[in-house]
């Protein structure tokens, strides 16, 4: 399970503490150079997996070797435990320099002042539209690591095996889901599954809600209903009821593993969610090339499948780090290097400097070739901006866990579930 408590609490005590400290300071922040020739030191948090740690710090060697004056001290986690290390961190003052920041919790960091203004960082080969996503109040206080999108991802080995084809993603509907799941599970004898349960998979709710003519945030607030979410449940309920997609039990066990663990990163689900970055792992994981599918729309709507662009993760930078300036040093490098880029891949999301995109295009692996490939083919149909969550927004994924898991477990009927997720979640918000 995952935790209860909210970050705000956590985070209001960092502001107070930076106001102490502004009091001491003139509102400046502390500042140390290091002696001599002696290199600064700046410490730089991420969330990822053993590929990403890799990529990293390939990264940092080449960064240090063009910036001998630098160095950074890798803080590397795991997501499960990053944002309460990271909000015990700011509490205490102790931010790292250099922070990896997802949209769910850029809100809350960057209103509440904890986040350095990135203007001066050379955003001027961004793709359109890709800058605005790192903003907060009107200040840059991310710069876009990455463009990503939700997908369906297929396992062609398990289609072909159930002797299932694989469907045309560009019109394909909940229904077909159902119809291919179920198919792909009969023949998988309790050992595999056609698809796994996306209850509480966060990105496909907010799908299911555009392509009902909902959205999931407002500026301030949420955009939906409980018996928008209640349908959701009752959509997946029915599949787990019919054995289309795993018992409770299996799905249970598999949202606690590292996705390269997973049911699909280990061949037991034909059809799972996916972000468009996340390919070139679980290729590796599963020794397939699985394939990125457009998520199924809704029956009878007219709609499109409402898919959309978003940050995959920003770089972003403490706003009481000693070193402002270098900080903002290496996160250009990180943004707008080629060299950079072509270390980080797209496993960080498909960069969102054209010039770097360009430089890397011939470099890229068969995994990263096709996430290319899937961005550009959904680009002209793509739903409206969504907008990322307001403050405290960030705790509905885990919420949203809590009363899936009520739900595909028999404890909670999806209608009082969903009540209480939405009663929780508006709860959440700053």
Known sequence: M???RTLAPVLAAAVSGLVLLSACGAGEPATTTAGGDAPLTLRFTWWGNDNRLQTTSRVIEAFEAEHPNIRIQPEPGDWSGYWDRLA?????NDTPDVIQMDEKYIVEYGSRGLLLDLADVDTGDFAPGTVELGEVDGTLVGINAGINAPSMAANPTLFEQAGVELPDDTTWTWDDFHRIAQEISAAGGGESWGA???MSTDAVLKAWLRQHGKEQWTAD????????VADYWS???????DGSIPPASVTGEDEGQPIDQSLLGTNRVALGSLWSNQYPALDRATGESLLPLRLPRAEGTGRDAELWYKASMYWSASARSAHPEEAKIFIDYLANNVEAGTLLGTDRG???????REAIAGDLGESDRKVVEYLDSINDELGAPSLVPPMGGGQSPSIQLRYAQAVMFGTQAPEPAAEGFVTEVRGALG
Do not use: H, K, W
Request: charged share 15%.
């Open 196 to 198: 796994m349960n996306m």
């Open 235 to 241: 959509y997946f309920l029915t599949l787990q009821e």
């Open 2 to 4: 995952t935790r209860r």
């Open 88 to 92: 015990t961190q700011s509490a205490a």
């Open 221 to 228: 607030g949420i955009a939906y209903e409980a018996s928008d």
């Open 350 to 356: 498909v960069p969102a400097n054209l010039t770097v």
